[in-house]
């Protein structure tokens, strides 16, 4: 009887509110011990802000004259094209293409948390202070500096895209990489009332292509 009461008294302990918060608590803390805290250094991303597209003709390359006249019959052309480009790859649409790419590793750069700036930037000085309020020690810039596509009789069709690298030490710029890759389209860009769809994937396409190339060609010049 003695022996029925002490395992009864036992399972009450068991039972308790404390002994299911004891139970809970050490459950936390082994959760927590195996959490891993997030890189100390950062990765801030821009897309661009400038858009543009430029066709030319013949005349464009007989002096002033003729780029003036080239420009004028052009133009119409430019500014339809330029739309549609702004709104296949707008900040937004680059945003989505930069986030699926594993930019730390692709650069080589160490762990980092990635900060993807949703509006696109223009810029337009160089100066050589962080484009962000972040004062991490570790800290990289990656830029999307602006896009622009290309057509003359040369070139059927180019998406051009120009880009930048600066990462610091603190306040000091450890390495300032900028370049530009310009990727053939397979496609025409639409004619009002024509299809858009294959003319938007080409450009994601060749945007994510071009972020690639650079990251790469980064990686083989500074032997990362």
């Given at each position: 009887?003695?022996?029925?009461?002490?395992?009864?008294?036992?399972?009450?302990?068991?039972?308790?509110?404390?002994?299911?918060?004891?139970?809970?608590?050490?459950?936390?803390?082994?959760?927590?011990?195996?959490?891993?805290?997030?890189?100390?250094?950062?990765?801030?991303?821009?897309?661009?802000?400038?858009?543009s597209?430029?066709?030319?003709?013949?005349?464009a390359?007989?002096?002033?004259?003729?780029?003036?006249?080239?420009?004028?019959?052009?133009?119409?052309?430019?500014?339809?094209?330029?739309?549609?480009?702004?709104?296949?790859?707008?900040?937004?649409a680059?945003?989505?293409?930069?986030?699926d790419?594993?930019?730390?590793?692709?650069l080589?750069?160490?762990?980092?948390?990635?900060?993807?700036?949703?509006?696109?930037?223009?810029?337009?000085?160089?100066?050589?202070?962080?484009?962000?309020?972040?004062?991490?020690?570790?800290?990289?810039?990656f830029?999307?500096?602006?896009?622009?596509?290309?057509?003359?009789?040369?070139y059927?069709g180019?998406?051009?895209?120009f880009?930048?690298?600066?990462?610091?030490?603190?306040?000091?710029?450890?390495?300032?990489?900028?370049?530009?890759?310009?990727?053939?389209?397979?496609?025409?860009?639409?004619?009002?009332?024509?299809?858009?769809?294959?003319?938007?994937?080409?450009?994601?396409?060749?945007?994510?292509?071009?972020?690639?190339f650079?990251?790469?060609?980064?990686?083989?010049?500074?032997?990362?």
């Amino acid at each position: 009887m003695l022996k029925l009461r002490y395992a009864t008294a036992l399972a009450a302990v068991a039972m308790s509110p404390y002994a299911h918060a004891q139970s809970a608590a050490e459950g936390t803390e082994d959760l927590v011990s195996h959490v891993t805290p997030p890189p100390t250094c950062e990765l801030h991303v821009w897309p661009a802000a400038r858009v543009s597209a430029v066709t030319q003709g013949a005349a464009a390359g007989l002096g002033l004259l003729g780029a003036l006249i080239d420009s004028a019959a052009h133009a119409d052309q430019n500014k339809r094209d330029t739309a549609f480009i702004t709104g296949a790859l707008d900040a937004s649409a680059q945003a989505r293409v930069l986030r699926d790419i594993d930019l730390p590793t692709q650069l080589h750069l160490p762990p980092s948390q990635v900060i993807i700036h949703e509006q696109g930037i223009d810029l337009k000085s160089d100066n050589p202070a962080r484009l962000s309020d972040s004062k991490a020690q570790c800290y990289s810039e990656f830029v999307v500096r602006s896009l622009l596509y290309f057509k003359n009789a040369v070139y059927k069709g180019q998406m051009r895209t120009f880009l930048g690298l600066r990462s610091y030490d603190g306040d000091k710029v450890t390495f300032d990489f900028r370049d530009s890759r310009h990727e053939n389209l397979e496609v025409k860009l639409p004619k009002e009332g024509e299809d858009t769809g294959p003319a938007t994937d080409a450009l994601l396409k060749a945007f994510r292509g071009d972020v690639v190339f650079f990251t790469d060609k980064f990686v083989k010049k500074y032997k990362r």
